[in-house]
T-cell receptor
Framework: DAKTTQPTSMDCAEGRAANLPCNHS???????VYWYRQIHSQGPQYIIH???NNETNEMASLIITEDRKSSTLILPHATLRDTAVYYC????????????FGSGTRLQVQP | GAVVSQHPSRVICKSGTSVKIECRSL??????MFWYRQFPKQSLMLMAT?????????EQGVEKDKFLINHASLTLSTLTVTSAHPEDSSFYIC??????????FGDGTRLSIL
């Protein structure tokens, strides 16, 4: 699986949009971009994934650049409960393959 | 609702005890489940891949005789930490994958060996 690079930490004000970047310059054509988050002392939670088109669900939006070398996860209105470590993972079908977790981005939402 | 149920959520036991952790797939039959371990302030590391009806596949450095995995049915995989010692204290997490679907994780088991 392709390697990803994320900032170590970010802060965001409550109610504002949180934009979490991820670089994956070695992504291959059949690899998806997945985002998970891990709230303290819990298992990772799936957020969203995409191949090349932008995606949106009830939790977040995923913007993937045209060359697919980077992406941004957007939490439109961050709340204190969004404080977590966010992992960007590039992989083919994750239903069949274990995930490789990097260090992720620690997002701290400030009141 | 939850896709994966993991029990127990926390275990505290004496050194030398064996501990069993259960991981259940609630929504679908899972031929493959994954077991991860997470030490404090570190990221998740894959320990083994559990295959229904066959032997588990262990990652390099993970002792298969110490971490026994049984995947006897399509909805249940168990991880038994045999003769646990303080260095085995960690956060153990299972996940379930279905082809062409995102992988889903249990809530984890925090194991503390005294």
């Amino acid at each position: 699986d392709a390697k990803t690079t994320q900032p170590t930490s970010m802060d965001c004000a409550e109610g504002r949009a949180a934009n979490l970047p991820c670089n994956h310059s070695t992504i291959s054509g059949n690899e998806y971009v997945y985002w998970y988050r891990q709230i303290h002392s819990q298992g990772p939670q799936y957020i969203i994934h995409g191949l090349k088109n932008n995606e949106t669900n009830e939790m977040a939006s995923l913007i993937i650049t045209e060359d697919r070398k980077s992406s941004t996860l957007i939490l439109p209105h961050a709340t204190l409960r969004d404080t977590a470590v966010y992992y960007c993972i590039v992989s083919m079908d994750t239903g069949r393959r274990a995930l490789t977790f990097g260090s992720g981005t620690r997002l701290q939402v400030q009141p | 609702g939850a896709v994966v149920s993991q029990h127990p959520s926390r275990v505290i036991c004496k050194s030398g005890t064996s501990v069993k952790i259960e991981c259940r797939s609630l929504d679908f039959q899972a031929t493959t489940m994954f077991w991860y371990r997470q030490f404090p302030k570190q990221s998740l590391m894959l320990m083994a891949t559990s295959n229904e009806g066959s032997k588990a596949t262990y990652e390099q450095g993970v002792e298969k005789d110490k971490f026994l995995i049984n995947h006897a049915s399509l909805t249940l995989s168990t991880l038994t930490v045999t003769s646990a010692h303080p260095e085995d204290s960690s956060f153990y997490i299972c996940s379930v994958g279905e082809p062409n679907q995102p992988q889903h994780f249990g809530d984890g088991t925090r194991l503390s060996i005294l």
